[in-house]
Nanobody, 124 residues
Framework: QVQLVESGGGEVPPGGSLRLSCTTSRFVLDNRAIVWVRQAPGKEREGLSCAYIMQGEVKYEDRKNSRFTVSRDGAKNTMYLQMNNLKREDTGIYYC?????????????????WGQGTQVTVSP
């Protein structure tokens, strides 16, 4: 099944942290790659990471920002995006989705399913 729910966004000052959640099914978490992207107001979609679970551990295929770290909670069927040292330019709507794997992942996102996302606002 390809169905995900994002949560955990909010408003924080520069330098603050947030942990976003991407809740899906056990099957999706164990058998597909998880992708995080964001879209700032008036800007293009930006890919953040593509990762997958191998023997219970997160494996990165690609990670674009060293301040953002992916982790997982198998009991909750959830992949997290821990965001530290947030900057104003990190403001935007954050989404997760899945792909069969991480090959050419950003170019393949046009065929992915998207939910409502979760808003991250870094201010003032």
């Amino acid at each position: 099944q390809v169905q995900l729910v994002e949560s955990g966004g909010g408003e924080v000052p520069p330098g603050g942290s947030l942990r976003l959640s991407c809740t899906t099914s056990r099957f999706v978490l164990d058998n597909r790659a998880i992708v995080w992207v964001r879209q700032a107001p008036g800007k293009e979609r930006e890919g953040l990471s593509c990762a997958y679970i191998m023997q219970g551990e997160v494996k990165y295929e690609d990670r674009k920002n060293s301040r953002f770290t992916v982790s997982r909670d198998g009991a909750k069927n959830t992949m997290y995006l821990q965001m530290n040292n947030l900057k104003r330019e990190d403001t935007g709507i954050y989404y997760c989705t899945t792909l069969p794997d991480c090959g050419n992942w950003f170019a393949r996102l046009s065929g992915a399913l998207w939910g409502q996302g979760t808003q991250v606002t870094v201010s003032p």
